[in-house]
């Protein structure tokens, strides 16, 4: 009896470390991101995380930001399938009564791997994405190649650079002496800026 008492009491104390493990694998430590982000060249405000030396930012906020230009997203939540279903080409649709959480870089956040499945214009698409807080947030070079637009990083300002939609057979040049406006401007607003040779 005495063993089986030892037993049971052993088995009771043992099975939260069972479990602990398997969560912990999953789980992600997030901290606040400290780049900048920058969309078409101007400064916009996302929520972002690093989580395991990336960057990654809310869905939403990334939606609401391109909306109006060649490359914006609408996002809903199907709650009957429990899937993120993202639409091209249409503005972003914020939901009613809906707060942006705020957080604090002096803090660190648990972040867990998304379970939901997300749908593209009606595709199924796999990308990694995490859950902080009940919210979805996705590394914005996995974003931009399922909506189109363009990433670009700069670790010497430690900015995040997103581009609308790049228009086919157009590309960025350097100028070799001044320029009052890039020729692309009319057709691609996203070069649309004054050019000084160097």
């Known amino acids: 009896m005495k063993r089986f008492i030892l037993g049971l009491v052993l088995l009771l104390v043992m099975m939260p470390m069972m479990h602990t493990p398997v969560r912990g694998s999953l789980e992600q430590v997030a901290t606040v991101t400290t780049c900048r982000l920058y969309l078409n060249g101007e400064t916009i405000s996302c929520n972002g ?33 429990r899937e993120i279903e993202i639409d091209t080409g249409i503005a972003y649709t914020a939901l009613e009564g809906q707060t942006v959480p705020q957080y604090s870089s002096q803090y660190t956040y648990s972040a867990l791997p998304s379970v939901s499945e997300v749908l593209v214009d009606g595709q199924y698409e796999s990308i990694t994405a995490y859950n902080i807080d ?65």
Request: proline content about 1%; aromatic content about 16%.
């Open 49 to 81: 995380f690093n989580i395991a030396d990336n960057n990654y930012y809310r869905l939403r906020d990334v939606s609401a930001s391109f909306t109006g230009t060649s490359s914006q997203f609408d996002v809903q939540w199907n709650n009957v399938s």
């Open 134 to 198: 009940g919210y979805n947030y996705f590394k914005l070079r996995d974003l931009g190649n399922l909506v189109d637009f363009g990433v670009a990083w700069d670790g010497s300002t430690n900015s995040i650079f997103l581009d609308a939609e790049v228009m086919e057979n157009t590309y960025p040049a350097d100028a070799a002496g001044e320029v009052a406006v890039n020729i692309l401007a009319a057709f691609a607003d996203r070069w649309e800026k004054t050019l000084l040779a160097t």
